[in-house]
């Protein structure tokens, strides 16, 4: 994410050399974003400020174990989160869930940041607040272009911490899940 800075840019021989062998093994636009940066932010102080923002955290367990929901055990597994890969509609559908049967009307957000952050250490620090919000992400314009091929062009994540998530679920009978608009989607 970050722009030129003096270890990665053209002007120092180590930053040259990396980025040389990063296009000789084939990865030009690697290459490129290493030397010249992605554009992503406007300058170094913007980048720094970014990092420094990061709700970085540590967590309390060796592992963190990532699978399909239906091969959880939520009396054994520590859930913290649940995430889906969604289309536009089905996004749509998930953020008026996630809204339901909340009085405040901002529980989801967008947070700035890469594919793996969002789903990550943002969605972690959702699990401090009193009523966590689910998060969409895969607005990283990186990521997307390395999720086009597995995933396809049209997908956005959606991560619920689990008490949200569990909230969701509980609500989606006799909502509008159950209602012609959405059916319609759905066709």
């Known amino acids: 994410m970050a722009t030129k800075n003096p270890n990665r840019d053209d002007k120092s021989e180590q930053g040259r050399q990396i980025g040389q062998g990063l296009a000789q093994a084939g990865a030009a636009q690697l290459a ?24 970085m955290r540590d ?23 649940v995430t889906f890969f969604v289309e ?41 607040r009193d009523h966590p919000r689910a998060l969409v992400g895969l607005t990283d314009i990186s990521a997307r272009r390395c999720v086009r091929g597995s995933l396809g062009k049209n997908v956005f994540s959606f991560t619920a911490p689990w008490p949200a998530y569990l909230e969701m679920e509980k609500h ?16």
């Not at 967590?59 to 989160?81: A, F, H, M, N, W």
């Not at 009978?173 to 066709?187: A, N, Y």
């Open 59 to 81: 967590v309390p367990s060796k592992y963190i174990v990532v699978k399909p929901l239906e091969q959880t055990d939520p009396g054994r597994d520590d859930v913290k989160s």
């Open 172 to 187: 989606a009978e006799g909502s509008f899940l159950e209602r012609e608009t959405w059916h319609s989607l759905r066709r």
């Open 32 to 55: 490129d974003d290493f030397l010249h940066g992605e554009g992503y932010v406007r300058d170094p102080e913007c980048t720094s400020r970014f990092v420094q923002a990061l709700p």
């Open 88 to 128: 536009p509609d089905a996004l749509s559908a998930l953020v008026i869930l996630a809204n339901y049967a909340r009085p405040e009307l901002e529980n989801v957000g967008i947070p700035w940041g890469a594919g793996c952050q969002v789903i990550g250490i943002f969605a972690y620090r959702e699990l401090e």
